[in-house]
């Protein structure tokens, strides 16, 4: 998948799933604070990426996925 396919997609099922709208996500915009989570929603969160994109996120890794840039950086690599 190109990377603005990519981008593209995972805008479109956070933005589905945590009834934000899609202008919202930039890659610079803190996913916690844009997408209103919890600790119990970064869990759900957390679960849907895995399974829409196909990658495991480790407990040590959540910590390093602040904005959606890094969220993007982190799907891209793991799919590569």
Known sequence: ??????IEKINSVLSEEFE???EEITPEAN??????LDSLSLVDMIALVEEEF????AT???????TFADLYEFISSRQA
């Open 20 to 22: 934000v709208e899609i």
């Open 60 to 66: 040590s890794e959540v910590g390093t996925i602040l």
């Open 1 to 6: 998948m190109a990377n603005q396919e990519l």
């Open 54 to 57: 196909g990658v495991k996120i």
């Open 31 to 36: 996913i916690k604070s844009t997408l209103q």
